[in-house]
């Protein structure tokens, strides 16, 4: 199956095998990080477990690609665990790239785990939960984000909750 039509930053995603393509994992930028988008839409647990190693990878870089893959298709629960693990690394791209995940790959059970990072101190780890919970929670989410929406000191992050809020309104969500 040829690939060309899909890029990562320019560079054409890989062909080959699943194996050929989890073994250019370990190498280096930007084949590597190629190779990532390419498996991002595989779901065999065997891409899932190349995935899940590389979220506990030393580089940042990696761990971000990882998260990223991850949440390209539908995963197994210990692919979301080792996502959700994420949610307090050190790098904010990596929590930025673990809340996208979540967002697409979960729904309200991963609500309460994104919530956490509304109160990091990184506004950027913090617009993306926002973003998470406005895409994946829907109405269990709106107490949280209204509590964003009125205590945040960020602008951005403050209207992004209300967009949110705003897209989850109803009669039961405003009791």
């Known amino acids: 199956m040829t690939r060309a039509s899909h890029v990562w930053n320019g560079i ?5 095998t699943v194996a050929e393509r989890i073994a250019l994992l370990d190498g280096s930028a930007p084949l590597a990080f190629a190779a990532f988008a390419s498996l991002g839409e595989e779901a065999s647990p065997e891409v899932e477990r190349a995935l899940v190693t590389h979220v506990g990878s030393p580089d940042w870089r990696k761990r971000r690609a990882a998260c990223e893959a991850l949440g390209g298709a539908r995963r197994a629960a210990s692919a979301v665990e080792a996502v959700s693990l994420r949610l307090e690394d050190p790098s904010f791209y990596v929590v930025a790239a673990a809340c996208r995940a ?23 780890s913090r617009l993306a939960a926002v973003e998470a919970l406005d895409a994946s929670s829907g109405a269990q989410a709106f107490a949280p984000l209204l509590r964003v929406l009125r205590e945040d000191t960020s602008v951005p992050v403050r209207r992004r909750a209300g967009f949110a809020l705003r897209r989850h309104a109803s009669a039961e969500t405003w009791h």
């Open 12 to 16: 054409p995603w890989p062909d080959g």
């Open 102 to 124: 979540l967002g697409r790959l979960g729904g309200p059970e991963l609500g309460e785990r994104l919530v956490r990072v509304l109160g990091s101190a990184d506004e950027g």
